[in-house]
């Protein structure tokens, strides 16, 4: 499967709210995910698989729309509008997310 249809299925995941599962297929071992250019405690599939579960288990998605998806050979990016649930707080926020692959997985993630 191409980059493209790999991130296709990431989104699909968050929008059917399979967010681990899809973490656990399209996720590199090695990977590194940003959240506003801090990286601490998101070196690795293992700590960032623990942060991604901190999301799903306080987390209710109703609904999470893609407005914006570029694919650029190893590098992928989508802008998503989500409206969810956390901590007893509604949320509503756009957010882009920025990837870059290795092998078919996503080797490192920028959150903005």
Known sequence: MSNKENLEEIIKGIQENK????????????????????????VGKAAN?????????NATIHEAKVLKLLVDGDNTAYEMLMDFTYGGNR??????????????KVIKEEFY
């Open 49 to 57: 698989r623990k942060a991604e579960e901190g999301f799903v288990n």
């Open 91 to 104: 949320i509503t926020k756009t957010q882009w997310a920025i990837q870059q692959w290795k092998d078919g």
């Open 19 to 42: 967010i681990l599962e899809a973490f656990d297929k399209y996720y590199h071992d090695d990977v590194i995910m940003f959240e506003k250019g801090d990286s601490t405690n998101r």
